[in-house]
């Protein structure tokens, strides 16, 4: 019998299954902040402050509506900046599809560096989350339907960031000073794509873990589910076993009258809801991202997790201790995910729909631009066979937007089809880097492109692991990639200072 999975797996970082988006529920509060343009706050953790920045709703059109504007948030740190007078450089994050502070605690290389280059450290906010709402600051507003969401879109988010540069340099008479893009995941790609598109703006790209290579079929929609599978069968061959084969098992379990009780008992899901799909989405869940953060030391970027958690999910499923029940095992493995710190409460909720890194609109932009196939599974797959099927992503769009996706326009924008011919011509200074444990290195650039286009891959990487602030236990592998990343920005730096001082303005 074919398990049909109704979990789709939408974002960076979230699923959703189908019941959710259909019936997609954001969170309804009004986003308060400053009436004040430029007022600053301090953040609680004492790394930046909050600057707000009025931008412009549209960059590409000229109709009265697009002159709207809303207040754009960026965190700004300038305790090691060099200065203008220097010529001190800036290090600019392109904000991803989440709460800008989120990503900003989690990327400790660019306050790490920051010292050594004496840099201007700045984070800047994706429009449409946390904070940077437009259409009055009101998220109710601007996500109630596609007239609004229509001014979601990633060459919106690439003109915002220029735009703001541009201007955050004239005030603080910086022009002169040249600007390093960052950015992790989408944020990577981000980054990646400014680089390109804005090279008058910046003058290099740190990509990391940005799988700019899964759109359409550069691709295979199998790579992704494929790396999962091969970081739990590395571990042990027991350990992919006893997953492989419990999916089959839960649906029999479900079948029996009784069966889902036993189920809901066996990993401790709360009683107010339960079905053979939720409980198969919630387990899947935690395989994937427990393989994207296979860290080599304990995280707290999705969940709070130990050190390469695969290891020890595997651990709880091969413990011969534990004895011959399934389900008892892979409630063990589970509770490394969703347990680690003991603060799950009693039972687990599925129905728990809460997003508190303010994820929720990536659900439109996987409805237009973002079509990512990563849900191909082979028969040798950790999760049952199946096929993408773009078919089911364009009806599931239509019911929650009323709209069709544009599968092939992030390749029209950004090339990628063939994509040494045409980057080792006119591109240059981007690094690209990936974990191969992480599944996102599927859609990865693992090549070099060129001599300033480079790829640099870590075995034992996983998710964007060189943008974490660095710990005493990092492994040297991880000491080896941050190094290298550092000696080509400052080589980017020194040929920046070379052109500048032989260039008469
Ligand atoms: C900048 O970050 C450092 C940590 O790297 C922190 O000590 C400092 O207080 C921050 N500065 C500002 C202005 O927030
Ligand atoms: C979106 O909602 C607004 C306000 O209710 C309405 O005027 C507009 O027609 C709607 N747009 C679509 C595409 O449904
Ligand atoms: C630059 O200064 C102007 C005038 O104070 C201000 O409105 C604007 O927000 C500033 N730009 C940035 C990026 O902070
Ligand atoms: C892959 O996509 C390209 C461009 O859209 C198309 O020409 C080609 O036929 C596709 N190949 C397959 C196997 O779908
Ligand atoms: C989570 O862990 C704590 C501490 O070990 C335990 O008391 C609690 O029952 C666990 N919750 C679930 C749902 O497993
Ligand atoms: C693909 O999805 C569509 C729409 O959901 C469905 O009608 C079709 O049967 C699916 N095709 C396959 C091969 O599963
Ligand atoms: C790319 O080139 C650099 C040297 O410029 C090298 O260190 C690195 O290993 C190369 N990357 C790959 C994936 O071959």
């Given at each position: 019998?074919?398990?049909?999975?109704?979990?789709?797996?939408?974002?960076?970082?979230?699923?959703?299954?189908?019941?959710?988006i259909?019936?997609?529920?954001?969170?309804?509060?009004?986003?308060?902040?400053?009436?004040?343009?430029?007022?600053?706050?301090?953040?609680?953790?004492?790394?930046?402050?909050?600057?707000?920045?009025?931008?412009?709703?549209?960059?590409?059109?000229?109709?009265?509506?697009?002159?709207?504007?809303?207040?754009?948030?960026?965190?700004?740190?300038?305790?090691?900046?060099?200065?203008?007078?220097?010529?001190?450089?800036?290090?600019?994050?392109?904000?991803?599809?989440?709460?800008?502070?989120?990503?900003?605690?989690?990327?400790?290389?660019m306050?790490?560096?920051?010292?050594?280059?004496?840099?201007?450290?700045?984070f800047?906010?994706?429009r449409?989350?946390?904070?940077?709402?437009?259409?009055?600051?009101?998220?109710?507003i601007?996500?109630k339907?596609?007239?609004?969401?229509?001014?979601?879109?990633?060459?919106?988010?690439?003109?915002?960031?220029?735009?703001?540069i541009?201007?955050?340099?004239?005030?603080?008479?910086?022009?002169?000073?040249?600007?390093?893009?960052?950015?992790?995941?989408?944020?990577?790609m981000?980054?990646?794509?400014?680089?390109?598109?804005?090279?008058?703006?910046?003058?290099?790209?740190?990509s990391?873990?940005?799988?700019?290579?899964?759109?359409?079929?550069?691709?295979?929609p199998?790579?992704?589910?494929?790396?999962?599978?091969?970081?739990?069968?590395?571990?042990?061959?027991?350990?992919?076993?006893?997953?492989?084969?419990?999916?089959?098992?839960?649906?029999?379990?479900?079948?029996?009258?009784?069966?889902?009780?036993?189920?809901?008992?066996?990993?401790?899901?709360?009683?107010?809801?339960?079905?053979?799909?939720?409980?198969e989405?919630?387990?899947?869940?935690?395989?994937?991202?427990?393989?994207?953060?296979?860290?080599?030391?304990p995280?707290?970027?999705?969940?709070?997790?130990?050190?390469?958690?695969?290891r020890?999910?595997?651990?709880?499923?091969?413990?011969?201790?534990?004895?011959?029940?399934?389900?008892?095992?892979?409630?063990?493995?589970?509770?490394?995910?969703?347990?680690?710190?003991?603060?799950?409460?009693?039972?687990?909720?599925?129905?728990?729909?809460?997003?508190?890194h303010?994820?929720?609109?990536?659900?439109?932009?996987?409805?237009?631009?973002?079509?990512?196939?990563?849900?191909?599974?082979?028969?040798?797959?950790i999760?049952?066979?199946?096929?993408?099927?773009y078919?089911?992503?364009?009806?599931?769009?239509?019911?929650?937007?009323?709209?069709?996706?544009?599968?092939?326009?992030?390749?029209?924008?950004?090339?990628?089809?063939?994509?040494?011919?045409?980057l080792?011509?006119?591109?240059?200074?981007?690094i690209f880097?990936?974990?191969?444990?992480?599944?996102?290195?599927?859609?990865?650039?693992?090549?070099?492109?060129?001599?300033?286009?480079?790829?640099?891959?870590?075995?034992?990487?996983?998710?964007?692991?060189d943008?974490?602030?660095?710990?005493?236990?990092d492994?040297?592998?991880?000491?080896d990639?941050?190094?290298?990343?550092?000696?080509?920005?400052?080589?980017?730096?020194?040929?920046?200072?070379?052109?500048l001082?032989?260039?008469?303005?």
């Open positions: 019998m074919e398990i049909k999975f109704t979990l789709l797996w939408f974002s960076l970082f979230t699923t959703f299954s189908f019941a959710k259909i019936t997609p529920r954001f969170p309804s509060s009004i986003i308060n902040r400053p009436e004040q343009l430029s007022v600053s706050t301090n953040d609680q953790k004492g790394l930046y402050k909050s600057m707000f920045f009025t931008q412009t709703l549209d960059h590409f059109n000229y109709n009265p509506q697009s002159y709207d504007t809303f207040q754009q948030r960026y965190l700004i740190n300038d305790t090691y900046w060099g200065g203008a007078k220097n010529n001190a450089p800036i290090f600019v994050y392109t904000g991803n599809e989440g709460e800008i502070e989120w990503f900003a605690q989690n990327t400790g290389f306050f790490e560096t920051a010292p050594s280059f004496r840099a201007l450290l700045i800047i906010e994706h449409f989350y946390g904070q940077s709402m437009p259409f009055g600051g009101d998220k109710n601007a996500y339907n596609s007239s609004t969401l229509g001014y979601l879109s990633s060459t919106q988010a690439l003109a915002d960031y220029a735009t703001l541009i201007d955050l340099k004239k005030n603080l008479s910086a022009t002169d000073s040249p600007v390093v893009v960052f950015g992790g995941s989408y944020g990577g981000l980054a990646a794509w400014f680089r390109l598109k804005y090279p008058h703006v910046t003058i290099g790209a740190l990391s873990s940005s799988p700019i290579l899964l759109f359409e079929n550069i691709s295979s199998y790579a992704f589910n494929n790396i999962i599978t091969q970081d739990f069968r590395s571990e042990s061959e027991n350990c992919y076993k006893v997953i492989k084969g419990s999916w089959q098992q839960i649906e029999d379990i479900a079948n029996q009258p009784g069966g889902l009780e036993v189920l809901r008992k066996s990993f401790r899901i709360c009683e107010n809801y339960i079905s053979a799909s939720s409980l989405g919630w387990l899947q869940t935690a395989y994937i991202y427990t393989a994207m953060t296979d860290y080599p030391t995280s707290n970027f999705l969940n709070p997790m130990p050190a390469y958690p695969i020890q999910m595997c651990k709880a499923i091969d413990d011969p201790t534990t004895g011959n029940d399934p389900f008892g095992k892979l409630y063990e493995a589970a509770v490394v995910y969703y347990n680690y710190t003991g603060e799950a409460g009693q039972c687990f909720d599925l129905a728990d729909n809460s997003d508190p303010g994820l929720g609109g990536w659900n439109w932009q996987a409805c237009t631009e973002m079509i990512m196939p990563t849900d191909g599974n082979n028969e040798e797959s999760f049952p066979a199946s096929t993408w099927n078919s089911d992503r364009v009806s599931v769009c239509q019911q929650i937007f009323n709209i069709e996706p544009r599968p092939t326009w992030i390749t029209t924008e950004f090339g990628f089809h063939d994509i040494k011919m045409a080792k011509r006119f591109g240059s200074n981007i880097f990936n974990g191969l444990r992480d599944p996102w290195s599927g859609g990865g650039v693992l090549k070099n492109l060129s001599k300033s286009i480079v790829a640099i891959v870590a075995k034992e990487g996983a998710h964007h692991v943008l974490r602030f660095s710990t005493r236990e492994p040297e592998w991880l000491v990639v941050r190094r290298r990343e550092i000696n080509i920005i400052t080589k980017w730096l020194s040929e920046y200072y070379h052109s001082a032989h260039h008469s303005h």
